[in-house]
C-alpha cells in the first residue's frame, strides 16, 4: 500500500501561525485554565495596569515623571496625577514604595519624587537602591505611611514578596484587606520588610495579628507584572469587563539593564526578562498596542535615568529575543501618556463603569492613617475614577 504524501506548506512556518500557536499555549500556563466563554459585551475601555520592579527606582521616577507631565500637557489639567490615569498598581522590592506612595494617598509623581528627596539622608555613591539610601528605615517609613493599611490605598495596590512560613509567593493585595482584616497590613511594614536589606528575613502581622509573614530580604518577584495581569484576569468584581488581553493596557517598568556581575543581580535581571517574554508573547501582535516595557537596553553602561529616556526603545519579539527600536523610550511614554488620556476621556462619556473597586465596608477605627501623607505634602487632592 502506498503511503500518502506528505507536502511541505510554506503558510504552516510562518510566524503569525507559530505565535497563534504560542498564544493557546501561554494563556493555559500563564492565566490558568480557559474559562467558560462568556457573551460578548460592549467594552468601554482598558483596564490600565503600572508595574514597578525591584531596583528599577531610579528610572522608574524618571519615567513617571515623564509620564505624569506628558499627561498634564495633554489634558490641561495641571493637578493631574498617575493614580487618576490607572486602575491597578503593582510593585516589587523598591517598586513596591513607589507603588504605595502614588496608591496609597492619590500622591503625584511629583510630590512622591519630593518627599523621597525631603525623606533622604545619604544617598551611597556606588548604590542606588532605596533601602541603602536610609538610616533607620523604620523610623522613615512610619513618618512617610503613619498608621495608613492596604485598606486605605485610593486604587487596587498589589505588592509582591515571598513568605519563609510557607515557602510560597504572597501578593499583599488591598483586595483582599478589604475582605478581611486578615490580610490587611500597614504599609509601612509592608515596604519596610520588601525592602530590608538586614541579613535574614523579616516577620509582618496583619492588623488584626492573625496573619504573620516572614518576608525574605529582595523580594521574590523582580518583574511583577505577570501578577497584575493575572489579578486583573481573575478579580471579576473590580474587573468585570476584562475577557481577555485586548482589555487590559499595561506599563512596565525595569532597571537600567546594564550587565551585572554578582549572581543575585543576574538571577534578578534574569527573572525579569523572562516575565517581560513571556507576558510579550501572552499579548501576541497587541503587545505593540497594549504593553509597553521601559528598561535600559544594556549597551551603554553607566548610563542615567535620564540617559535610558533617551536610548532606543527595546521590544520583545516572539521567538527572537529582543529587538532595537527607532523611536526612544521618551517617545513610547509620550504615546502612552496619548493613550491613557483617550481611555479616560472615553471613560467620562460612558455610563458603564469599566473597574468596581470594592469600598471598605466599615471604617476602620483609627483612620487617621492616610492622612500622614497629606500632611507631610501638602495634597488636598481627591481620588477620581
Same mark, same amino acid.
Given at each position: 500500500m502506498a503511503l500518502n504524501a506528505v507536502y511541505y506548506d510554506p503558510a504552516m512556518d510562518s510566524p503569525k501561525l507559530c505565535q497563534d500557536i504560542?498564544? +493557546? *499555549?501561554?494563556s493555559q500556563f500563564l492565566f490558568g485554565a480557559s474559562k467558560p466563554?462568556?457573551?460578548?459585551v460592549s467594552t468601554v475601555g482598558k483596564v490600565r495596569i503600572l508595574s514597578i520592579d525591584d531596583g528599577a527606582e531610579d528610572l522608574a521616577m524618571a519615567s513617571l515623571l515623564r509620564l505624569e507631565s506628558s499627561l498634564r500637557r495633554l489634558s490641561g489639567d495641571a493637578s493631574a496625577s498617575l493614580s487618576h490615569f490607572f486602575d491597578l498598581v503593582v510593585g516589587s522590592g523598591s517598586g513596591a514604595l513607589l507603588a504605595s506612595l502614588l496608591f496609597a494617598d492619590n500622591l503625584s509623581a511629583e510630590k512622591a519624587s519630593l518627599l523621597l528627596s525631603e525623606t533622604r539622608i545619604e544617598k551611597s555613591k556606588t548604590r542606588t537602591r532605596f533601602g541603602r539610601l536610609f538610616k533607620k528605615e523604620s523610623k522613615v517609613f512610619n513618618k512617610i505611611f503613619g498608621e495608613a493599611t492596604l485598606k486605605d490605598a485610593v486604587k487596587p495596590l498589589l505588592i509582591t514578596c515571598y513568605d519563609l512560613n510557607t515557602g510560597a509567593p504572597f501578593v499583599f493585595s488591598r483586595a483582599d484587606a478589604v475582605e478581611a482584616d486578615g490580610f490587611d497590613f500597614k504599609i509601612r511594614d509592608v515596604c519596610?520588610?520588601?525592602?530590608? @536589606?538586614r541579613k535574614g528575613s523579616k516577620e509582618v502581622k496583619s492588623v488584626d495579628g492573625e496573619t504573620r509573614i516572614r518576608v525574605l530580604e529582595a523580594g521574590v518577584s523582580t518583574n511583577p507584572t505577570s501578577v497584575g495581569i493575572t489579578h486583573v484576569m481573575h478579580n471579576k468584581q473590580e474587573f468585570p469587563l476584562v475577557n481577555g488581553l485586548d482589555?487590559?493596557?499595561?506599563? %512596565? +517598568?525595569? /532597571? %537600567?539593564?546594564?550587565?551585572r556581575s554578582d549572581a543575585a543581580s543576574v538571577a534578578g535581571a534574569s527573572q525579569a526578562d523572562m516575565v517581560d517574554q513571556s507576558v510579550a508573547m501572552a499579548f501576541g501582535e497587541s503587545r505593540k498596542s497594549n504593553y509597553i516595557r521601559i528598561q535600559g537596553n544594556? +549597551?551603554?553602561? /553607566?548610563?542615567?535615568?535620564?540617559?535610558? *529616556? *533617551?536610548?532606543?526603545? +527595546?521590544?520583545?519579539v516572539l521567538f527572537q529575543g529582543k529587538k532595537l527600536?527607532?523611536?526612544?523610550?521618551?517617545?513610547? *511614554?509620550?504615546?502612552?501618556?496619548e493613550v491613557l488620556l483617550k481611555e479616560?476621556?472615553?471613560? @467620562? @462619556?460612558s455610563n458603564i463603569p469599566t473597574v468596581f473597586i470594592k469600598p471598605v465596608a466599615t471604617p476602620r477605627t483609627s483612620s487617621s492613617s492616610a492622612m500622614t501623607l497629606t500632611t507631610l505634602t501638602g495634597s488636598s487632592e481627591s481620588p477620581r475614577y
Open positions: 504560542f498564544a +493557546i *499555549l501561554e466563554s462568556f457573551p460578548a519596610e520588610a520588601t525592602m530590608c @536589606q482589555d487590559v493596557f499595561v506599563l %512596565s +517598568i525595569g /532597571g %537600567s539593564g546594564a550587565c544594556g +549597551i551603554n553602561a /553607566g548610563s542615567t535615568a535620564e540617559d535610558i *529616556l *533617551l536610548e532606543a526603545y +527595546i521590544e520583545s527600536m527607532k523611536e526612544t523610550n521618551t517617545q513610547r *511614554l509620550e504615546w502612552a501618556a479616560q476621556q472615553t471613560r @467620562q @462619556q
